[in-house]
Structures are given as structure tokens and as C-alpha cells.
């Protein structure tokens, strides 16, 4: 079975400054997705970026990019240029592209943006 | 384009008492997922449906836990009885298709006493 794991239950970060959080997980496929989703208090989910095993490009979303070493099964959330509204929990999730393709989520990173 | 949208957003029970959870997922959205998530933890699958039918509910307890999607639109997860541990976050989320994007709800907060 598929596992996701965030080592940082918490991080903090300046307004205006660059913070990475970590993700990595085990898997004996080939081809899946991940992802990095957002849970701000309203705990309404919503999708931050997204990356294609298959694609060596890491993807980029305005402020948010990704490190994705598929070797190492790392997958690592840079935001740039932090603003306040960033502040929330942060979960990467795991999804295979056979077999039931559910979503497998890591435990979270809190992420505090400091003014 | 209105969300997911669930209710209610908190709701209080005594344990052994009946609980209900609504969805209404975005329209046109085929596929449609019921989550648990616990204090501290990361969303977990419960059942998944296409359309009307339940593809995946291998981690529906199914004993207490019941779950129907009625013409495949609205969706009702229900819990008889609760008890003490089912206190948690039940998150709904909705896509076009098993391949697309899962937008979420903004979840119920159970609080079984």
C-alpha cells in the first residue's frame, strides 16, 4: 500500500520570504499523481499544484512550486514570497493511476506566516 | 459556479444517537467521495460512488455507517449509532470523473459526547 509522509507537523515563515515544506512517499509503481492541497480553518480542501509522475518538469503555480525527485520519492512544496493568507494546513496526497485511484493523504504540515 | 456544498457544518450528539451528513456535489459532477478526517490527520476515503453506484467502500464501517446517493446527484452519510471515536471531520468532494480534479466541501464537524 501506498504511504505519504510530511516529517514537519509545523513551520513558520516571514511575510515576504520563501519556505519549503517536505513530502515524501513509498510506492512500487511507475506512474501515479501528487499533489499538494491546502486546508485553510474553513477546512474547505483546495487543490494547490499538481505533477505527473511521468513528466520530469516540475510543475509551478504562480508562488507555489514543486522539487519533485522521483528517485528519491520526494515531493516538496516551495512557496515564494509568503503573504498571510498562506497561513493553513498543507497536505500532500498520493494517487495511483490503476487500481481504485483514491487519494492517499500525508498527516499535514501547519504552515504560520509571521508579518 | 456554486461548490460543494454540505451540511450541516457542526453538529452535536450524544453518543448511540443517529447522525446524518448531506452532500450536494457541483453540478454535473459524476463521481462523488466521502472522507474522514481526524484531529491532526489527513483526509481518509470512506466511499466513493459513480453516479449512483458505490465502486469503492472498502473502508466503510459498515456496521454502524451507511451511506446512499440517490439519482446520483445528492449524497446522504449517516452513522447509527455514534459513538465516542466517530468524532472527526467528514469532508464531501465531487469531480466530472474518477481522472479529474476532487473539489471539496467544506466539511461537517461531528462531536460525539
Known amino acids: 500500500a501506498q504511504t505519504v509522509t510530511q516529517s514537519q507537523p509545523e513551520m513558520s515563515v516571514q511575510e515576504a520570504e520563501t519556505v519549503t515544506l517536505s513530502c515524501t512517499y513509498d510506492t512500487s509503481e511507475s506512474d501515479y499523481y501528487l499533489f499538494w492541497y491546502k486546508q485553510p480553518p474553513s477546512r474547505q480542501m483546495i487543490l494547490v499544484i499538481r505533477q505527473e509522475a511521468y513528466k520530469q518538469q516540475n510543475a509551478t503555480e504562480n508562488r507555489f512550486s514543486v522539487n519533485f525527485q522521483k528517485a528519491a520519492k520526494s515531493f516538496s512544496l516551495k512557496i515564494s514570497d509568503s503573504q498571510l493568507g498562506d497561513a493553513a494546513m498543507y497536505f500532500c496526497a498520493y494517487r495511483s493511476v490503476r487500481g481504485s485511484e483514491k487519494l492517499v493523504f500525508g498527516k499535514g504540515t501547519k504552515l504560520t506566516v509571521n508579518p | 459556479e456554486a461548490g460543494v456544498v454540505q451540511s450541516p457544518r457542526y453538529k452535536i450528539i450524544e453518543k448511540k444517537q443517529p447522525v446524518a451528513f448531506w452532500c450536494n456535489p457541483i453540478?454535473?459532477?459524476?463521481?462523488l467521495y466521502w472522507y474522514l478526517q481526524n484531529l491532526g490527520q489527513g483526509p481518509e476515503l470512506l466511499i466513493r460512488y459513480e453516479n449512483e453506484e458505490a465502486v469503492d467502500d472498502s473502508q466503510l464501517p459498515k456496521d454502524r455507517f451507511s451511506a446512499e446517493r440517490l439519482k446520483g446527484v445528492d449524497s446522504t452519510l449517516k452513522i447509527q449509532p455514534a459513538e465516542l471515536g466517530d468524532s472527526a471531520v467528514y469532508l464531501c468532494?465531487?469531480?466530472?470523473?474518477?481522472?479529474?480534479?476532487?473539489?471539496f466541501g467544506p466539511g461537517t464537524r461531528l462531536t460525539v459526547l
Open positions: 468532494a465531487s469531480s466530472l470523473s474518477l481522472y479529474n480534479e476532487q473539489f
Open positions: 453540478s454535473g459532477h459524476n463521481t
